[in-house]
RNA sequence: GGAGGGAUGACCGAGUGGCCGAAGGUGCUCGCCUGCUAAGCGAGUAGGGGGUGUUAAACCUCCUCGAGGGUUCAAAUCCCUCUCCCUCCGCCA
């Protein structure tokens, strides 16, 4: 990363996600300080090496002599030490905040500005009742008894609410089993190095709930244990590509969404979801993106939800991605498209953090791997719309590739 | 929660202050030998950062023996902290 300090394309991809350029700035300045520093302090080490290598090999009239003189180098060099410590600390600290380079197909600008790729599906008008209403009506949502013991942005799923879950959940593990991924249900406690290295610390620290006692935190997605399966690993070509799905209770503060969605369950601070994630080949990454949203727009397809896909810009993109598609959904309530899935594809970003390597052709230095993930189903809001799209005269339909894992076609308002 | 034991290269395993980035073995690669197979013989075989170099080769240098810190002229080896694994006891299932 620091090695492509002299690609201007690449510093200009940085400053597209609104990175100061003074930020880019330092950094440079330190790297190149920090370099000449470590030359300057790697030969003083040698020197006293060399001294102290020289004490063993003395007879004792002079050993005492050369144990003075490499102790000299000694002090000299534990003071120039200090000082590379110093600036590496602090380039260090600079350089995590510098966000993973937009790729070049990624639109300018923020949050407004992301290019629609296609739509598919019709926007029917609004519903009856909204997801909220619906849903309380069916009794499939509860939140009076969860705001009290919970607070806001929390909620219970009951009856057959329940069952549609779990059937959404099998669904989508069943059809990325025949994709060919590894199911994994990890841990949604974590300590901090792993939120580091899967690229959400430092960045979106405020978004994470925090176990004090035991310093350790809530994953807002299962995609921080996913990354961490390689940590470290050097793995072979042939491991390549290696895809898995996780299944997890996801935990978000959703720290500045204030007034934001709070009717029904569209925001909550607990969902579980489905994850993809997939490790490959540098060169396979942006194929590897593709299918991923391929993925995702068969899912949303068999479900029957009206979609278009978003090329977010990069001003909007996270810190970690260089690329990420959303698919939003048609919100009939809302008379809008509603982000339901995410795509990203992290290139080497995290990989470099958590030291995940492909061995290299012969005589070829190991590579960092690419990895991607996006969301292959959000439960609880795919339920959201779900309720909004299969409301038929008070009575919700269950979408028919559901069936065969809920065991009933409809629930009746009661 | 209490008491011990451990963590070394792809793997096994030696190594209690300098000659250790690390014996030996296995595996792997290359070569030889053998009519195929097995066996045998010889050689090679850690990763990462920085630098010189037009790419590559090559070379220089530093770091790494679970992680971090300390002692020392010198640490895989001594001290401290942490993580993980194993055994025993307790506890809960």
């Not at 000299?72 to 590496?88: F, H, M, N, R, Y």
């Not at 070829?364 to 969301?375: I, K, M, P, Y």
């Amino acid at each position: 990363m620091r090695a492509l300090r002299d690609d201007p394309a690449i510093r200009l991809a940085i400053e597209r996600k609104r990175v100061s350029p003074e930020l880019i700035d330092e950094v440079l300045a330190l790297d190149r300080g920090h370099r000449d520093l470590q030359q300057a302090v790697e030969q003083m080490r040698a020197r006293q090496k060399a001294a102290s290598k020289a004490v063993s090999g003395a007879d004792s009239d002079d050993r005492a002599g050369l144990v003075a003189q490499a102790s000299e180098l000694k002090q000299e060099l534990q003071a120039a030490e200090v000082g590379l410590s110093e600036i590496t600390a602090r380039l260090n600290e600079l350089a995590f905040q510098i966000p993973n380079p937009a790729d070049a197909s990624v639109p300018d600008g923020g949050e407004d500005d992301g290019e629609v790729l296609r739509i598919v599906g019709d926007t029917p008008p609004p519903p009856p009742m909204d997801h909220g209403q619906f849903g309380s009506a069916l009794g499939f949502i509860e939140t009076d008894h969860a705001v009290g013991a919970s607070g806001a942005r929390f909620a219970s799923l009951m009856r057959e609410a329940v069952f549609i879950e779990f059937a959404l959940v099998q669904w989508a593990l069943q059809q990325l089993r025949d994709e060919g991924f590894v199911a994994v249900v990890p841990p949604t406690l974590v300590r901090e190095e792993a939120m580091v290295e899967a690229g959400f610390f430092p960045t979106d620290r405020n978004q994470v709930y925090a176990v004090e006692a035991d310093e350790l935190f809530l994953v807002g997605t299962s995609e921080v244990l996913l990354a961490s399966l390689h940590r470290g690993e050097r793995l072979p070509p042939s491991q390549l590509p290696a895809r898995y799905s996780g299944v997890s209770s996801c935990f978000r503060r959703e720290a500045g969404t204030y007034g934001k969605d709070t009717t029904g369950i569209f925001r909550v601070h607990q969902f579980d979801k489905v994850e993809m994630f997939s490790f490959v080949e540098p060169s396979e990454s942006d194929a590897e993106h593709e299918r991923l949203l391929s993925i995702q727009e068969k899912l949303i397809g068999l479900l029957g939800l009206p979609y278009r896909v978003v090329n977010i810009a990069a001003g909007d993109l996270g810190a970690a991605a260089a690329k990420k598609y959303d698919i939003e959904v048609w919100l009939p309530s809302e008379g809008r498209y509603r982000e339901l899935t995410s795509c990203s594809n992290y290139r080497d970003f995290s990989a470099r953090r958590l030291d995940t390597r492909v061995e290299g052709a012969k005589g070829q230095a190991n590579q960092f791997v690419h990895t991607l993930n996006g969301t292959a189903c959000a439960v609880g809001r795919t339920l959201v719309f779900c309720l909004e799209h299969y409301q038929r005269d008070g009575e919700f339909i269950v979408p028919e590739v559901l069936v065969p894992f809920t065991g009933f076609e409809s629930v009746t308002v009661r």
